[in-house]
C-alpha cells in the first residue's frame, strides 16, 4: 500500500469555504448533494486538476456553477472524482451521491446502530459520505440538512444550532437545518437521525451565554444518562476556571450510540458516544465506568478548544490535539478526583500500553513520519506518551508560564489548522527558553532508560547522584540522541525525615532537568545517608534502574512525601521478586516475608486513610507487567504461578488485617460513586481478593455471598471476578445467575463475557468459541468482540500464550473474520501480537506463523496488512 510521508506536506491545491449538504435519509438508499463553495489555493499549484476524495460512494450526479458536467469533464470512481480543468477564480461544485448506511459494516462514514443513524468521519470517513478534499486544513462552514421519515427518526441532529425544522406536508417526512458558523475540517461533520430519549439542563458560560446541554440515549435509558450529564457540566465548568476556555455555541449535544469503533467523537456540538462511555446506573455500571465516563464527557468536551477551534494541520498532528486534550482530561479528573491516586493509574495505563508499544515492532514517535493507514496511529504512543509531553513541558517550565503559553496558543492558532512546532512556539515566546531540545520527544521513539546511583561521603556530607540515559533502537532508528528529562526529586533520610540538601541545579520545585547522555547532581550538607526518591510523581514516561536496596525502598514505601513514589517503592520490590521468581532464580524467603510484613504494616497504620491509594498499593504488577520487565524469553506460565504464590503469600500474612476491612469497609447507605466511596470498595474488595488467594474455600464462600448480595455492580462484578479464580461449580452456578440476571443488558453481559475470557485454565478457549455462540455475542458490534475477544487476547496471558500455539490461531481466525466487516476493530485485535517477539522460542514460532497466515491472506484491509507486516519486520 501507499506509503504517506511528513516530508511530502503541501497545502491543498483547493480551498473550501461553505459547504450545503442536503441528506435525505433512507436505510439502504440515502441521498447526499453536497455544494461546495471552491477556490483556487494562493499557497497552491497554479494548474492542477481539482481531485476530491472518495470511498465506496456512487456518484449520481455532478454540476459546475449550476451546469451538468459531461463525461468527458469529469472522471469519478468510487475513490475518487476529478475535474480536470476546473476554473481558476471561484466556483460551486454540487455533487449527488447515494449510499447505503444499512450495509456499512466498517461503522465509519453513514452507518446504522439499532436502528438509528449516525456517522463517525475522523480520520477519513466523510469521503464515505461525499466526495471531498477530506484533510483536516480544509476547513469549511457548514450548513447540513437531514430529512427523514418521521416515525424512523423523530430526532434530527447536526453540527451547530438548529435554524430551521418542519415537516414535508403528506410525505410523512420531516427535515431539520443545522448550520455551524465555526469553519471545521470535514472529519468533524456529524449527524444523527433517530428515536432517541432525552435528558438536558441549561448551562451559563462565564461569559453569560446560555447553552442547552443534551444527552440523547435509547428511549427507556434517560436516568441512566444522569451521570453523564453531571459530567458533562463539571468539565465545563473547570474548562472555563482552568484554561480560560468557554464554550462556543448555543447547544451541546451528546448522542450515544451501541456500535462504535472508538470511544467516543469530538464533532462540533455534536459529539458521538460509544454508550459504554455514557449510561450508568448503580446497577449496571463500576466504579471504573463511571471514572471512564467522566473522563471521555471531558476529554471530548476538552477537544472543543483542543481539536476543533485549534485543529491539526495533517494527520502526523495528532497529538497535538490527542495528547494535549489527554493530558487536560487527567487534569480534570486528578482535580476531581485523588490526584495521587489518579496519577498512579494514569502511570500504570501508560506502562502496560504505551511501554509494550515502544518495546514492539510497531513502535512510533509521538508524531510519525509516515503511516500506511491513518487508523492504526490512534495509539497509546499519541495518545499517552502525547499528554507524557506536555506535562514535562508544564513540569519544565512552570505553572504560571504553562497557562502563559496556553492562552497564546489558542489565541493565536484559534481558527487555524496547526503543527507541533506551532504549539512549542508559543511556549518558547512566553519562557524565552529554547525548546528544540524538547522537541526530540515527539520526534525520538522508544522509552529511556535512566540508570542511578547515589554515593554518600559521610566525612564531607554530600550526597551524589550519578545519572546515564540511553533509549533503545525503534524501527527505522537505530541510533538515539540524549533526551531532556525533567526528574523530579527529593532526598529521604532513613528514619523517614525529608532531608533538607542543596544542589543549584535543582529547581525550587524540585526538578533537575537531565539532558545529556551522562550527568551528576551533587548535594552538600546531607546529614546522613539518605534515600533519593526519584521521578517523583513519574516526572518523566522513563524506565529507571536503581541501585536502591529492597530495605531502602520500603523505607520510601513508609516514609517518602510523594505518594506516586511509595506506592513505586513496592512495586519494584514486588517486580524484583516475580521476575527472580519467574525466571527459576533463587528467592530469599526472607525477602518475601519482608514485603509482606512491609505491606502489613502499612495496611495497619495507613491504609483507611487513604483506601483508593492502599488498594493501588495491595495491587502487585499485572502479569503483562511482569512479561513486559523480563523483556525476553517470556514463559507466561511462570509468571502466573509466581504472581500467584506471591499473592497468596500476602493474603496469609495480612489474613488478619485484612478481614477487618472486609467488615469496616462494608457498605452502609446507598451508593454513591465518588472517589472516596470508590477508594473504599476498592480496598474492601482488594482484600477479599487476597483473602482467597490465601485461602480458596474461604475466598469462594464470600464471594459467592457478595455476588449474590452486592448492592451495587462494582462489589457483585469484583466478587464475580475473584470467583474466576477458583474454578468449581460454584463459580459456574455464580456465572449462570448473574448471566440470567442481566439477559437484556449487553453493557453488563460484555462484563460477563470479559472475566470468563480471562480465566486462566485449559478449558478457556473452548469456553471463549462457545460464548462467541451466545445470543448476546455480536461480531459485528465492536463492544462485544472487544471484550469477548479483545480481552483474552490482551487480559489472558497464559492462554492467549498458550504453549502449542491455539490462543494465536484463534485470533488469527477471528482477525481475518472481523477484517471482511469492520476493519478498523480487526487491526486493533491483531495488534495483541506486538510482544511475540518477546516470547521464549516455540510461542514465538506460532505467533509468527499466525502472522504469516495473516499477512498472506489476499484481500487483506490495509488496516490490517499494515499492523501484520509491521509486526513481522
Ligand atoms: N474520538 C477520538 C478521541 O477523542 C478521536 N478523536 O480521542
Ligand atoms: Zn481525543
Redesign the pocket.
Known amino acids: 500500500a501507499q506509503i504517506v510521508r511528513l516530508e511530502d506536506y503541501r497545502p491543498s491545491d483547493f480551498l473550501i469555504d461553505r459547504v450545503e449538504l442536503d441528506v435525505r435519509l433512507h436505510p439502504t438508499a440515502t441521498r447526499v448533494t453536497a455544494t461546495l463553495s471552491l477556490r483556487p489555493n494562493p499557497k497552491g499549484r497554479a494548474d492542477a486538476p481539482l481531485v476530491l476524495d472518495g470511498d465506496e460512494v456512487s456518484l449520481t450526479s455532478v454540476a459546475l456553477d449550476g451546469r451538468p458536467l459531461p463525461d468527458s469533464e469529469f472522471e469519478a470512481s468510487p475513490q475518487s472524482l476529478t475535474i480536470t480543468q476546473p476554473p481558476r477564480g471561484p466556483f460551486t461544485l454540487t455533487i449527488e451521491t447515494e449510499i447505503d448506511p444499512t450495509s456499512n459494516t466498517k461503522l465509519m462514514g453513514l452507518y446504522r446502530s439499532s436502528g438509528n443513524y449516525c456517522t463517525q468521519c475522523?480520520a477519513e470517513g466523510f469521503r464515505r459520505i461525499t466526495y471531498f478534499l477530506d484533510r483536516p486544513d480544509v476547513m469549511a462552514v457548514y450548513t447540513t440538512r437531514i430529512e427523514a421519515d418521521k416515525d424512523e427518526a423523530p430526532v434530527l441532529l447536526g453540527n451547530g444550532n438548529r435554524i430551521e425544522a418542519g415537516e414535508i406536508a403528506g410525505t410523512g417526512r420531516h427535515y431539520a437545518v443545522w448550520h455551524d458558523p465555526h469553519p471545521k475540517p470535514s472529519y468533524l461533520f456529524a449527524l444523527v437521525g433517530g428515536r432517541l430519549g432525552r435528558v438536558g439542563k441549561t448551562f451559563r458560560t462565564m461569559g453569560g451565554r446560555e447553552v442547552e446541554l443534551a444527552i440523547y440515549v435509547e428511549a427507556g435509558k434517560e436516568s441512566r444518562a444522569d451521570y453523564a450529564l453531571d459530567a458533562l457540566e463539571r468539565s465545563m465548568r473547570w474548562d472555563e476556571r482552568v484554561f480560560g476556555r468557554e464554550y462556543d455555541l448555543d447547544v451541546f449535544n451528546i448522542v450515544a450510540v451501541s456500535d462504535f469503533n472508538?470511544?467516543?467523537?469530538?464533532n462540533k456540538g455534536l459529539n458521538i458516544f460509544n454508550d459504554k462511555y455514557v449510561l450508568a446506573s448503580p446497577e449496571t455500571a463500576t466504579d471504573v465506568d463511571y471514572a471512564n465516563i467522566e473522563a471521555i464527557i471531558a476529554?471530548?468536551y476538552f477537544?472543543n478548544w483542543s481539536?476543533n477551534r485549534v485543529t491539526c494541520r495533517d494527520w502526523f498532528q495528532l497529538c497535538l490535539?490527542?495528547g494535549l486534550?489527554v493530558f487536560r482530561d487527567q487534569e480534570f479528573s486528578s482535580d476531581e478526583r485523588s490526584r495521587p491516586v489518579h496519577r498512579i493509574a494514569e502511570v500504570k495505563t501508560l506502562r502496560a500500553r504505551q511501554f509494550l508499544e515502544d518495546a514492539s515492532p510497531l513502535s512510533h514517535p509521538v508524531r510519525p513520519t509516515q503511516y500506511r493507514e491513518i487508523n492504526n496511529f490512534?495509539t497509546a504512543t499519541v495518545?499517552e506518551k502525547g499528554a507524557e509531553i506536555v506535562r514535562m513541558l508544564k513540569t519544565i517550565i512552570g505553572p504560571e508560564d504553562f497557562r502563559r503559553g496556553m492562552d497564546l496558543y489558542f489565541e493565536r492558532c484559534d481558527g487555524t489548522a496547526a503543527t507541533v512546532e506551532d504549539f512549542l512556539a508559543a511556549f518558547a515566546e512566553v519562557t524565552g527558553h529554547d525548546l528544540s531540545h524538547f522537541a526530540r520527544w515527539y520526534a525520538q521513539a522508544g522509552t529511556p532508560r535512566v540508570t542511578v546511583t547515589g554515593t554518600y561521603d559521610p566525612a564531607a556530607k554530600t550526597y551524589r547522584l550519578d545519572f546515564t540515559q540511553a533509549t533503545p533502537p525503534t524501527p527505522g532508528q537505530p541510533d538515539k540522541e540524549p533526551m531532556a528529562i525533567p526528574v523530579a526529586l527529593g532526598l529521604v533520610s532513613r528514619d523517614g525525615e525529608p532531608l533538607q540538601a542543596a544542589s543549584d541545579r535543582v529547581s525550587p520545585q524540585g526538578v533537575f532537568l537531565l539532558d545529556k547522555a551522562a550527568d551528576s547532581l551533587a548535594f552538600t550538607g546531607v546529614t546522613s545517608q539518605p534515600v533519593p526518591s526519584l521521578f517523583r510523581e513519574f516526572s518523566a514516561p522513563v524506565r529507571t534502574s536503581l541501585d536502591l536496596s529492597n530495605e531502602e525502598l520500603l523505607v520510601l514505601l513508609r516514609h517518602d512525601s510523594d505518594a506516586f513514589n511509595r506506592w513505586q517503592a513496592t512495586q519494584t520490590v514486588a517486580m524484583r521478586l516475580l521476575v527472580a521468581q519467574a525466571k527459576g532464580d533463587a528467592v530469599a524467603d526472607s525477602d518475601l516475608a519482608d514485603l509482606a510484613s512491609a505491606l502489613c504494616a502499612f495496611m495497619e497504620a495507613d491504609a483507611l486513610d487513604d483506601p483508593a491509594f492502599a488498594a493501588l498499593v495491595l495491587a502487585l504488577p499485572s502479569e503483562a507487567d511482569i512479561a513486559q520487565e523480563i523483556g525476553r524469553d517470556i514463559d507466561p506460565d511462570a509468571i502466573h504461578h509466581a504472581r500467584k504464590a506471591m499473592r497468596r503469600r500476602i493474603g496469609q500474612a495480612c489474613r488478619e488485617t485484612l478481614h477487618r476491612f472486609r467488615d469496616s469497609l462494608a457498605e452502609r447507605g446507598p451508593y454513591s460513586p465518588d472517589a472516596a466511596s470508590a477508594g473504599r470498595r476498592a480496598l474492601r474488595n482488594a482484600s477479599l481478593d487476597l483473602l482467597a488467594a490465601a485461602d480458596a474455600a474461604l475466598g469462594e464462600q464470600l464471594a459467592v455471598e457478595q455476588v449474590d448480595d452486592a448492592g451495587n455492580m462494582t462489589d457483585r462484578l469484583a466478587a464475580l471476578g475473584v470467583l474466576m479464580t477458583l474454578p468449581g461449580d460454584a463459580r459456574e452456578a455464580a456465572l449462570a445467575r448473574f448471566e440470567e440476571r442481566y439477559r437484556d443488558e449487553p453493557l453488563v453481559l460484555d462484563k460477563w463475557f470479559t472475566l470468563q475470557a480471562a480465566i486462566p485454565e485449559d478449558g478457556t478457549l473452548e469456553r471463549v468459541r462457545r460464548l462467541m455462540e451466545h445470543q448476546a455475542f455480536a461480531i459485528g458490534n465492536p463492544n462485544r468482540v472487544r471484550a469477548l475477544v479483545g480481552s483474552f487476547a490482551m487480559l489472558n496471558q497464559v492462554r492467549f500464550n498458550a504453549k502449542d500455539g491455539s490462543g494465536y490461531d484463534f485470533l488469527a481466525d477471528i482477525v481475518l473474520q472481523v477484517d471482511e466487516l469492520n476493519p478498523q476493530l480487526a487491526a486493533r485485535l491483531l495488534t495483541s501480537f506486538s510482544s511475540w517477539r518477546m516470547m521464549e522460542k516455540t510461542r514465538q514460532t506460532h505467533a509468527k506463523n499466525a502472522l504469516q497466515r495473516i499477512a498472506g491472506k489476499p484481500n487483506l484491509s490495509r488496516d490490517v496488512g499494515d499492523i501484520a507486516a509491521r509486526s513481522l519486520e
Open positions: 475522523e472508538m470511544g467516543a467523537m469530538e476529554h471530548e477537544h481539536g490535539k490527542e486534550t490512534y495518545y
